[in-house]
């Protein structure tokens, strides 16, 4: 940092303090209206699943769809980037994810709900990518942690979209209206919020990204416990109102609340992550937090009563909050190529959070949710056992600066 001018200088792009304070902000409030999207839908999947006829089996295939459609999207997003600039490809991307949320509540059958639910899944992807590749330059920028606090901002936002959700369905109201206003005001919301990110764009004589690259070895053992976090996530972020409202039998309106609990202790616990991780390190956060997300999982798996798996939810969420934060964090120092890293990661935590509800429904059309939540709770034990992967590395500061620190700078 220049002392005399307060600019913050990354390889060849220098940015006032104040900028990227307010770049900081736009971010923030990027991640916070992406979550919304999510937790908007996830309250009404259970009015969804009634208004398209299907059970839990189909309902669980349906929710296959968001992760083939990410998986085939992904690569896209990268090249958008490329071409367009990151503020502008973001506020694209962002908009069609926004928008997306109006097509599964129209859906009238299982095929249309399989269609609905592949292109939601697919703009879901490209903004993920495009938001978290945004977060990473401007933590980069900024010199400290701020990645645990920007996926608070998402836990924030899907607690809010998924509160308005509660109230719609304890008040009966219809998901097509409702996700119908939901969107349009999303999307005017996220189109300003993208104003105030940083313009950046790729050198002009830079190569295109590679549509696909196999991650460093270690950045596939660190993806392994960002996939236990975010499997736990996922399954609970989409089935916790289908489990109190078919497993225990509670109204509509309470069973959404569980969803709000879950929501709730995400975003309570990834705000205050950066402190907790500067003061207690990494692999003690997320072992403790595992210890925390698997005894939630019990109290789901043998709950007789729809409070005890309400806590259990919110103890969930709590427990795998910081885990994507730190899987990233850790990405970085893992290796030479920090984005390599980083970009592996990503893929094998975000499919993670895509494939969960599918594989939580099948496994259900079998056996039974709660069984079905065993898994999650045996895999949140996988927290405690792999933690130690997270551990720093001699040399890793100095290569986590680095990331993101290419040939790009600032347009505008």
Not at 221 to 242: K, P, T
Not at 314 to 326: D, E, F, I, M, N
Request: net charge positive; hydrophobic share 55%; glycine share 14%.
């Amino acid at each position: 940092m220049d002392g005399r001018t307060g600019e913050v200088a990354v390889g060849d792009a220098a940015y006032g303090k104040e900028r990227l304070r307010r770049a900081r902000f736009a971010v923030a409030a990027v991640f916070c209206v992406h979550g919304a999207v999510t937790g908007s839908f996830a309250t009404r999947i259970p009015w969804i699943q009634e208004h398209a006829g299907v059970g839990p089996g189909q309902l669980g295939l349906a929710l296959a769809f968001p992760a083939l459609g990410a998986s085939l999207a992904m690569p896209l997003a990268g090249r958008i980037s490329h071409r367009l600039g990151d503020r502008p490809a973001l506020r694209v991307l962002l908009a069609l994810w926004t928008l997306s949320l109006i097509l599964p509540s129209l859906a009238p059958n299982v095929y249309g709900l399989c269609a609905a639910l592949f292109v939601y899944g697919a703009t879901s992807g490209m903004s993920d990518v495009a938001m978290n590749a945004m977060g990473v330059e401007v933590e980069n920028r900024f010199g400290r942690s701020i990645m645990s606090g920007l996926h608070g901002m998402w836990s924030a936002g899907a607690l809010i979209g998924s509160a308005a959700g509660t109230v719609a369905a304890h008040l009966g109201g219809d998901a097509r209206v409702h996700h119908l206003v939901a969107a349009l005001v999303l999307t005017a919301l996220g189109l300003v919020c993208c104003q105030g990110v940083l313009d950046l764009r790729s050198a002009p004589d830079a190569d295109p990204p590679p549509r696909f690259a196999l991650p460093p070895r270690s950045a596939v053992v660190i993806g392994a416990i960002g996939f236990c976090g975010v499997f736990a996530e996922g399954a609970s972020l989409d089935w916790s109102a289908v489990y109190l409202k078919d497993a225990l039998g509670t109204s509509p309106g309470i069973a959404a609340a569980s969803t709000t609990a879950f929501a709730l202790t995400m975003a309570v616990a990834r705000l205050v992550g950066d402190r907790v991780v500067d003061r207690f390190g990494a692999v003690r956060t997320v072992r403790v937090g595992g210890a925390a997300a698997t005894v939630g999982g019990v109290f789901v798996v043998v709950a007789p009563h729809p409070v005890a798996a309400m806590a259990g939810f919110a103890l969930l969420g709590l427990g795998v909050a910081v885990v994507v934060p730190l899987a990233f964090a850790a990405a970085a120092r893992s290796g030479p190529n920090p984005s390599q890293a980083i970009a592996g990661v990503a893929t094998i935590t975000y499919t993670s959070g895509l494939i969960a509800p599918s594989a939580i429904g099948g496994l259900a059309d079998v056996t039974s949710l709660a069984v079905s939540f065993g898994v999650v709770t045996a895999l949140a034990f996988g927290l405690v056992v792999g933690a130690g992967v997270l551990a720093p590395r001699s040399g890793a500061g100095a290569r986590a600066d680095r990331v993101g620190a290419g040939a790009r700078g600032q347009a505008g």
